[in-house]
T-cell receptor, first 112, second 114 residues
Framework: GDSVTQMEGPVTLSEEAFLTINCTYTATGYPSLFWYVQYPGEGLQLLLKATKADDKGSNKGFEATYRKETTSFHLEKGSVQVSDSAVYFCALPGSDGNKLVFGAGTILRVKS | DAMVIQNPRYQVTQFGKPVTLSCSQTLNHNVMYWYQQKSSQAPKLLFHYYDKDFNNEADTPDNFQSRRPNTSFCFLDIRSPGLGDAAMYLC?????????????FGPGTRLTVL
């Protein structure tokens, strides 16, 4: 079945460091791919998405490129801030097109 | 701003005492979802409505029910909460289903069961 694998956290970085959070997926066909962010005590917010192969999603300095060759959708940011501290979830639609299948989430902690 | 609203943000109930969580949306979306998120885990879909059509996930316990009286509102009823039902409950909406539409989440209701 469809699944998402994310790198384990927590990831701890200093402010202005470069961020990569790895995400790989298993799916039939070429589903849309999503990154959601969850700040402490809050619901999930869409960070970015890509709907087809080679698309790059970007938002708030974060980027991710849909790579069908490596079935990956790694999240990157060139310079993280303390306010980026959150849990990041990679996701794709389930095979029925309804539910989102989430990765386990990666905790990011940014120190000043 | 159009949004997904959940009430209450925090709910405390007693073991076995029924509880209802509320979700409303101003996005006029067709689809509404309820997810359960336990501590340090990914959200897990309980069920969803496409308009008035209810779709239950196969592994959702019978203890969990839902109602959608109109486009804007959706309720999650837990008939007899157990200690294992303590979690964050997230409501989400999407314009359509089918995989490409973004799901918009509310802030969640954190349920504590005493």
């Amino acid at each position: 079945g469809d699944s998402v694998t994310q790198m384990e956290g927590p990831v701890t970085l200093s402010e202005e460091a470069f961020l990569t959070i790895n995400c790989t997926y298993t799916a039939t066909g070429y589903p849309s791919l999503f990154w959601y962010v969850q700040y402490p005590g809050e619901g999930l917010q869409l960070l970015l998405k890509a709907t087809k192969a080679d698309d790059k999603g970007s938002n708030k300095g974060f980027e991710a490129t849909y790579r069908k060759e490596t079935t990956s959708f790694h999240l990157e940011k060139g310079s993280v801030q303390v306010s980026d501290s959150a849990v990041y979830f990679c996701a794709l639609p389930g095979s029925d097109g309804n539910k989102l299948v989430f990765g386990a989430g990666t905790i990011l902690r940014v120190k000043s | 701003d159009a949004m997904v609203i959940q009430n209450p943000r925090y709910q405390v109930t007693q073991f076995g005492k029924p509880v209802t969580l509320s979700c409303s949306q101003t996005l006029n979306h067709n689809v509404m979802y309820w997810y359960q998120q336990k501590s340090s885990q990914a959200p897990k879909l309980l069920f969803h409505y496409y308009d008035k059509d209810f779709n239950n996930e196969a592994d959702t316990p019978d203890n969990f029910q839902s109602r959608r009286p109109n486009t804007s509102f959706c309720f999650l009823d837990i008939r007899s909460p157990g200690l294992g039902d303590a979690a964050m409950y997230l409501c989400a909406t999407s314009r359509d289903s089918g995989g490409t539409d973004t799901q918009y989440f509310g802030p969640g209701t954190r349920l504590t069961v005493l």
